[in-house]
């Protein structure tokens, strides 16, 4: 799984308790997390917010897939680090990261979950986003999952951490039990 502080957690989460864990968990999957916060398809961390990353085909190269065994599935998620790059950029970035992953872990199944819009009322750019990454995955026979498909959305801002923008322990556990029963969906089969 590989994504950004949305998905793999961030300083004030526990491992353990983020939404990409405690899906694997959910599915009773060992799990290999990649990614940090602050970085995209695109967008490099920049260093005012701590150790610098690069993006995600740098931080694939850098610490290879096919260094673990061999995955089931490949889920990415992100795209709110990415919301300034021109769609000719981010969608260039985003084909080399799906190319990557299919080298390096060809019998996978990709699944792309789009970034969170939090407050949907008010970020069309977030919105265009997900378009252009559902429009990606159609192109490219990946499986595309709309985060906003799993949010909890009566007083969803009781489900987000005091930055009003990563969900809570509380809004963490219902987005990874409804991401686990979407893959099940999908063809993603439990082993537990």
């Not at 008010?122 to 949010?151: H, P, R, S, W, Y």
């Amino acid at each position: 799984m590989f994504g950004d502080s949305y998905f793999n957690g961030w300083t004030g989460t526990p491992e353990h308790r983020a939404i990409a864990r405690t899906t694997a968990n959910h599915l009773g999957y060992d799990v290999w997390i990649r990614g940090i916060g602050a970085t995209g398809y695109a967008t490099e961390r920049p260093p005012n917010l701590g150790t610098p990353a690069g993006s995600y085909v740098d931080q694939i190269l850098k610490e290879p897939l096919v260094t673990k065994r061999p995955a089931s599935f490949v889920l990415l998620e992100g795209g709110l680090a990415d919301l300034a790059v021109p769609r000719s950029e981010f969608s260039a970035s985003f084909k080399n990261v799906v190319e990557e992953i299919r080298g390096q872990q060809p019998s996978a199944e990709i699944f792309v979950l789009g970034p969170a819009n939090v407050y949907p009322w008010e970020n069309g750019d977030i919105d265009d986003n997900v378009k252009l990454q559902a429009q990606l995955c159609a192109e490219l026979g990946l499986q595309f999952i709309d985060t906003a498909d799993l949010m909890p959305h009566q007083e969803f801002l009781s489900y987000l951490l005091e930055d009003n923008t990563h969900p809570n322990q509380e809004g963490a556990d219902i987005l990874s039990e409804r991401l686990a029963a979407e893959l099940v969906r999908r063809g993603v089969e439990p082993s537990v």
